[in-house]
T-cell receptor, first 117, second 111 residues
Framework: GAVVSQHPSWVICKSGTSVKIECRSLDFQATTMFWYRQFPKQSLMLMAT?????????EQGVEKDKFLINHASLTLSTLTVTSAHPEDSSFYIC?????????????FGDGTRLSIL | QQQVKQSPQSLIVQKGGISIINCAYE??????FPWYQQFPGKGPALLIAIRPDVSEKKEGRFTISFNKSAKQFSLHIMDSQPGDSATYFC??????????FGEGTQLTVNP
């Protein structure tokens, strides 16, 4: 089945640093990738939608200058948390969407646990 | 219009019992209704999904019941096992793209 690889799976860094998270679709081309944030015992909250080669669309309340999204190819999207602070600590999950006929349209990565000290 | 309401928030079931989780949506444009299973520290994994042209879909021990007129759908897990203990999310979308998730249900199956 389709696989989405997310890297790193866990990162700990100091406050003020920037962290990049990669999301790759390994065996299919994703027309769209989504980035979610999930706090403990809560649901997934959509942060932004990115289409290959165009600017990401951010959900209301998500700072686009804090969460930089790049979708350079049909198999790779990156999320960079700039000048991260403890309140940015969360579980970040990506998903890759493909419009191919039949089958599951959206595939999730295994998430990245970000801890800011 | 974009909300998906899920209940219960938590559910405890004995091994071999039936687990039932319910969801309700508002946007009648939604045409894809998946259920996801999530274990701690992992991303959500698709369990089963339904489109509104059918009222029920069964895959193994998992069944979705869909009521278009009531704008409700539910997940039934038959013969629940301790390994089914996880968080379950319903979701809804248009054409399988931008997903709107329910709040989640923490399922515990006691041995």
């Amino acid at each position: 089945g389709a696989v989405v690889s997310q890297h790193p799976s866990w990162v700990i860094c100091k406050s003020g640093t920037s962290v990049k998270i990669e999301c790759r679709s390994l065996d299919f081309q994703a027309t769209t990738m989504f980035w979610y944030r999930q706090f403990p015992k809560q649901s997934l909250m959509l942060m932004a939608t990115s289409n290959e080669g165009s600017k990401a669309t951010y959900e209301q309340g998500v700072e686009k200058d804090k969460f930089l999204i790049n979708h350079a190819s049909l198999t790779l999207s990156t999320l960079t948390v700039t000048s991260a602070h403890p309140e940015d600590s969360s579980f970040y999950i990506c998903s890759a969407y493909t419009r191919t006929g039949g089958g599951q349209p959206q595939h999730f990565g295994d998430g990245t646990r970000l801890s800011i000290l | 219009q974009q909300q998906v309401k899920q209940s219960p928030q938590s559910l405890i079931v004995q091994k071999g019992g039936i687990s039932i989780i319910n969801c309700a949506y508002e946007n009648t444009a939604f045409d894809y209704f998946p259920w996801y299973q999530q274990f701690p520290g992992k991303g959500p994994a698709l369990l089963i999904a339904i489109r509104p042209d059918v009222s029920e879909k069964k895959e193994g021990r998992f069944t979705i019941s869909f009521n278009k007129s009531a704008k409700q759908f539910s997940l039934h897990i038959m013969d629940s096992q301790p390994g089914d203990s996880a968080t379950y999310f319903c979701a809804a979308s248009i054409s399988g793209s931008r997903l709107t998730f329910g709040e989640g249900t923490q399922l515990t199956v006691n041995p």
